[in-house]
C-alpha cells in the first residue's frame, strides 16, 4: 500500500516562517492582528496547521504585523520568498533601482 505524502499548505508554512522570524508566538500574533483573546492563539495555530485559511483582509492583517507583504504568505516559489522578505526592507528608492534591475534583465532576451 503506497504512502501519500502529506503536503503542507504554502499558507500555513510561509505564516509559520514569518511568525517565528517576527519572534511572535501564536497569541501574540492573533492579539496583534486584532484577534479576541480567547481565539487568537487556537485560530493561528489552525492557519499554520492548514485546516483553515484566512480571509485576504484577515492575511494582510497578518502581513503586517509580521512585516511582510501579503505576497510572502502565498508564494511556493523560495527565491520570490526570499525577495519578498528583503523587498519589505527596502526604501522606495531602493525598491525602484530593483524594478529598474529587473525590467533591463527581460530586455536582452
Known amino acids: 500500500m503506497a504512502q501519500t505524502a502529506t503536503v503542507e499548505p504554502i499558507f500555513a508554512r510561509r505564516l509559520a516562517q514569518a511568525r517565528v522570524r517576527a519572534g ?3 497569541k501574540q500574533l492573533g492579539l496583534l492582528a ?3 483573546p480567547h481565539v487568537a492563539s ?3 495555530n489552525q492557519y ?3 485546516k483553515h ?3 485576504l483582509a484577515t492575511a494582510k492583517r497578518l502581513a503586517e504585523v509580521l512585516g511582510v507583504p501579503p505576497a510572502f504568505l502565498y508564494t511556493d516559489d523560495e527565491l520570490l520568498a526570499k525577495l ?3 523587498w519589505a526592507d527596502l526604501t522606495v528608492s531602493q525598491k525602484k533601482e530593483v524594478l ?3 525590467e533591463g534583465t527581460s530586455k536582452g532576451r
Open 84 to 86: 519578498l522578505l528583503r
Open 48 to 50: 499554520e496547521k492548514g
Open 42 to 44: 487556537p485560530r493561528i
Open 100 to 102: 529598474k534591475i529587473a
Open 24 to 26: 511572535l508566538s501564536q
Open 34 to 36: 486584532g484577534m479576541e
Open 53 to 55: 485559511e484566512p480571509h
